[in-house]
């Protein structure tokens, strides 16, 4: 009981000091500045480049249906080049997904870096071929510009169900 007693006693001084020192519109608008900054850090843009070097040096541009095909970089799904699609088409009977995600991938052909656009197809189940699962740099969920488990079907015209996912050559970068 004697240390609950001291504990309150330092708690109620350092509070009483705080209190004495600072304003409520002071101590307030401390606390929006922080919130404000701690909301738009995620905001800010994620350097993956040392994982896209290290794709670049294993990657290939014969073959659509493997993982180190030069485009899926930044892929995370079943390739649709495996499910009846192609590397930038969804196969018959599955709609692209109205959003997508971006990344850039380095060209092992020319050197040249050029931006992917990667566009969840849905419609029809999940595919269940060729997936690929693009681990690196990955964060939790609530993380979402770092995570590549995000389904992107929302908006779709058909419904909410994942099937493959494609890469859409959009140009340089």
Known sequence: MQRSNLFDGVVEEVTRS???KTSRRGFLGTIAKALGIG?????????????????ARTAQTDD???????RYCAIDGDLCSCCGGSTSTCPPGSSPSPTSWV?????PSDGGTYLISYQDCCGKDA???CTCT?????????????????LWC????????YHCSSA??????
């Open 18 to 20: 705080l209190a004495g």
């Open 39 to 55: 909301l738009t850090l995620p905001l800010l843009p994620v350097d993956r480049t040392g994982y896209r070097q290290a794709f």
């Open 64 to 70: 659509p249906t493997e993982c180190t095909y030069w």
């Open 103 to 107: 990344g850039s991938c380095i060209n």
């Open 127 to 129: 595919c269940g071929r």
């Open 134 to 150: 693009g681990m690196e740099g990955e964060m939790p969920l609530y993380r979402p510009q770092l995570n590549s488990d995000l």
């Open 154 to 161: 929302f908006g779709a015209e058909s419904s909410m169900v």
């Open 168 to 173: 859409v050559l959009l140009g340089r970068a």
